[in-house]
């Protein structure tokens, strides 16, 4: 995971040398540091963990076992509909 690097000296020797007060500096630091900060935390926030990750995994995979149970409901209701069916038709249409 990467953090945002920031050097307060340096920034705080540029503002002072672009004609900026060293108070007015200082508080120019310190307003970025918390802004960073937040961008961050912000970043941070919409990252999935490794137990957000097996969560869903561990979701995913009851949705498929009951994906497969109820495919295999249906196959079995419609094996026995057509069963019926074949029967039915073969008693209207006897063959002798």
Known sequence: MTTITFDTLEFTEQLKAAG?????????????VRVLEQVEDSRLK??????????LELKLEARIVESK????????????????LI???????PSH
Request: no cysteine; net charge positive; charged share 25%.
């Open 20 to 32: 900026v007060p060293d108070d007015q500096a200082k508080g120019h630091v310190k307003a970025m």
């Open 46 to 55: 919409d990252l999935a963990t490794k137990s957000d990750i097996r969560q």
């Open 69 to 84: 149970a109820e495919t295999i409901k249906w196959m079995v209701g419609l094996l026995l509909a057509q069963t019926g």
């Open 87 to 93: 029967i039915t038709v073969l008693k209207l249409f």
